[in-house]
């Protein structure tokens, strides 16, 4: 089967054939690239997270705007695999563009859109960066989907401690597998008013007035 993918495939760079591979959801093919290239686990990691697409998606973008659960499952299992790239054009996280895909499906997808989300979010994918327009992944979920809202919800919360908001423009992204979150991030300095309703909207009481703390005192 893996030798069929890659026959398939003759003549294409290994960038177009990672690319292809992740648009398939072919594991066949990413299998037979990886074990084809006799590098280093470190050059390997480097591939897989500098190929981008001539519209500036990595192949995690790639996956994720498919839905492509299996291919993204193996390629969070690579050592040294990024979780949060950016995009050029809209500044998305691969995140950002698993909630567009979700979005396009019909409601009977949501089920399976929520199991993909919650295993990029356990992998180390973070719900908190903005894209260019200022957006966090939850801001794009289709309303509708008040169960895939409160997963991403439950996440924020749990990350309160480890700072504010960032911006596409403001990620550094380190090496590291998808076990590690991004470790250094920018602080956005003006948050809009409806950024913070968005986060705590259905939260307790006692949340909110702590949050409240947190930004009286930054700006003292």
């Known amino acids: 089967m893996a030798g069929q993918a890659a026959e398939e495939h003759e003549g294409a760079s290994v960038q177009e054939q990672l690319i292809e591979a992740c648009r398939r959801d072919n594991t066949d093919l990413l299998t037979e690239i990886i074990s084809s290239l006799n590098k280093s686990e470190d050059e390997i990691a480097d591939l897989l997270n500098s190929t ?10 790639e996956a ?7 291919i993204i499952d193996m390629l969070l299992d690579q050592p040294g695999f990024e979780c949060d790239p950016i995009n050029r054009l809209e ?3 691969p995140l950002h563009s ?8 019909p409601p ?3 089920e399976f859109g929520a ?10 994918s973070s719900p908190r960066i903005k894209n260019k327009g200022g957006l966090t992944p939850v801001q794009l979920i289709d309303p509708r989907n008040v169960a895939l809202k409160e997963l991403i919800q439950k ?29 250094q991030q920018h602080v956005v300095e003006e948050e809009e008013e409806e950024d913070d309703d968005a986060e705590f909207s259905g ?18």
């Open 64 to 70: 994720a705007s498919h839905g492509n659960y299996d």
């Open 108 to 110: 009977a997808q949501r």
């Open 115 to 124: 199991a993909l989300v919650e295993m990029m979010l356990e992998a180390g």
């Open 98 to 105: 698993a909630i567009r895909w979700i979005n396009s499906e």
């Open 52 to 61: 981008t697409t001539v519209m500036g998606n990595h192949l995690y973008h």
């Open 91 to 93: 500044g998305d996280t």
């Open 155 to 183: 996440h924020e919360y749990a990350s309160l401690n480890a700072g504010d908001f960032v911006s596409a423009d403001d990620v550094s992204i380190p090496k590291g597998g998808h076990k590690y979150q991004q470790q």
């Open 203 to 220: 939260s307790d009481e006692e949340e909110r007035a702590e949050w409240d703390r947190r930004r009286r005192a930054k700006r003292s």
